[in-house]
């Protein structure tokens, strides 16, 4: 019997409009071969859902194929010259298989002769197929360049919206569940002092579903939600972001303080606990720690346990080792405990030392306010600039306002920093001076902190620390460790 190899191609654009799919290529092909006496030792599919590089494999692969077994094939089978080829470097690699391997082109819709005239006339079809890619390709460019200047979404609308079509055109509206997610997400990150993974864990406990195949939220879905300028009431299109039609879910003011916290390159910080993020190291292998939240059922409900242990705990001959939270709290309240003084004389020199270290990080922080206010009014004369450009017609539409969104976040960004850097300073020293001035009551002040406020007193006080089996073993930053140590003036020479 003959042997043939055939490939079937179909894309979903074409199946709509000449009414055939790849079920019906498949059928033709074989009827094809039994009907000339043989049967067919290879076919090859692209289906409407391959993607490009997908399709330039297989037929890569069926080019390969039949190169290595052309002494078995007796012609490569296809519907129709167009589903041979999209383009004319394709074909021709058919045709040297033909003229260089002496495997016949064979097209079952559209039958031509193994001659100079039959060639002409493949090459003619091939030709038409060529073309019609290309133009396609570039209408449906075209189609979405008009969609984005309309201020519609070139492809399917993010999660938060949802395409309809209305009198036969696609648009975009809010998608009221998801809306509701996505405002949550970002007032969890941007004012409730959550990680990425914390934002994750407060949409499971507060029963928050993503979607119906997909009930629990993934750490990826929450950064590309909280980088997502779409839900500020633009799109995106060729790197760029431009002004859109859909209504906005997210206030500027939100996005910038997210942007800020993100840092511009994503949150890595691994969780909220207290004593992660690289605060301790393991005193076994020198890894750092990190912290792991347990969730049990027990009869009056779920429970939340925090343990702390190396990040190299499951390495063979690591101490398996875990130490609960409450264990490490009880042992830094020790440490404050010992912190406590009582002479006078001490406590006002260690007053001196404090203030006269905030008036240094004073000095740099005005340094860092002026560079900052330069680059403010440096992008306040570029907008100016911008704007009479304009006004004049030197740049068109679409440059102004891409140009006019990137000042605008630039400028919101330096602002948002001169006010962080304004409130950290001012919070970094005070907060140094109430550590000293309640020193003797440090314990209470630990025990109704937050979260970011315990980190703050930890760098204070803390250089580094190290976990040695269940100990805490903090190295003190000066002159905190005076304090540790004691008052030793009747060592001092008075």
């Known amino acids: 019997m003959k042997q043939f190899v055939a490939l079937a191609r179909v ?15 498949e059928e033709a092909l074989r009827r094809y071969a039994t009907q000339h006496g043989g049967t067919l030792f290879r076919l090859f599919r692209i289906a409407e859902t391959a993607s490009k590089g997908d399709e330039r494999k297989t ?13 078995e094939i007796d012609g490569l089978l296809f519907y129709k010259v167009d589903r041979a080829a999209r383009n004319l470097f394709d074909y021709v690699e058919l045709e040297r298989l033909e003229t260089e391997y002496d495997v016949p082109f064979i097209s079952i819709s559209q039958p031509t002769e193994s001659n100079p005239a039959g060639r002409m006339m493949r090459r003619t079809l091939a030709n038409m197929a060529s073309f019609f890619t290309e133009q396609m390709a570039v209408d449906i460019s075209q189609g979405i360049n008009r969609r984005v200047q309309e201020g519609w979404f070139p492809g399917k609308a993010p999660y938060g919206y949802r395409n309809v079509r209305i009198n036969g055109r696609s648009i975009v509206e809010v998608d009221p569940p998801a809306a509701v997610n996505v405002k949550r997400i970002f007032q969890l990150y941007a004012y409730e002092n959550c990680t990425l993974e914390g934002v994750v864990r407060r949409l499971v406990q507060e029963g928050t579903q993503y979607r119906c195949d997909s009930p ?23 790197g760029g972001w431009f002004p859109g039609r859909q209504e906005p879910i997210v206030d500027l003011a939100t996005w910038q303080r997210v942007q800020a916290l993100l ?51 499951n390495q063979p001959g690591h101490p398996r080792t875990r130490v609960t939270e409450a264990e490490i709290d009880r042992q830094v309240l020790a440490l404050f405990d010992r912190i406590r003084i009582e002479d ?15 008036q240094d990080a004073q000095v740099d922080s005005q340094a860092q306010r ?48 001169l006010d962080v850097l304004d ?28 979260y970011a406020a315990k980190r703050r007193i930890l760098e204070i006080v803390c250089l580094n620390c190290t976990l040695n089996d269940v100990t805490l073993c903090p190295e003190i930053r000066k002159p905190f460790d005076v304090l540790i140590e004691g008052p030793l003036v009747h060592q001092s020479g008075g």
């Open 263 to 313: 840092g511009g390159t994503g949150n890595q910080q691994s969780h909220t606990m207290t004593y992660a993020a690289e605060f301790m190291r393991c005193g076994h292998c020198g890894h750092p720690i990190t912290g792991e939240l347990k969730i049990k059922q027990t009869k009056s409900g779920p429970r939340s346990y925090q343990y702390y242990r190396c990040s190299k705990y």
């Open 370 to 417: 002026a560079e900052l206010q330069r680059q403010a009014t440096l992008l306040v004369a570029q907008q100016d600039r911008l704007l009479n450009l304009r006004i004049e017609d030197q740049i068109d539409e679409p440059t102004f306002q891409r140009k006019q969104i990137e000042l605008r976040d630039r400028l919101a960004s330096i602002k948002l920093q």
């Open 344 to 358: 006078d004389a001490v406590r006002d020199w260690f007053r001196a030392v404090l203030i006269s270290q905030t």
């Open 11 to 25: 894309s979903s654009r074409e199946q709509e409009r000449e009414g055939f799919s790849l079920a019906v290529q």
């Open 216 to 238: 629990e939220f993934k750490r990826t879905s929450i950064h590309n939600i909280l980088n997502d300028r779409a839900y500020l009431g633009e799109i995106q299109y060729r």
């Open 423 to 450: 409130r950290s300073h001012d919070e970094t020293g005070e907060l140094a001076l109430k550590v000293f001035e309640l020193s003797q009551t440090l314990r209470q002040q630990w025990l109704t902190a937050d």
């Open 59 to 71: 037929f890569k692969e069926m080019v390969a194929f039949t190169k290595r077994h052309c002494a």
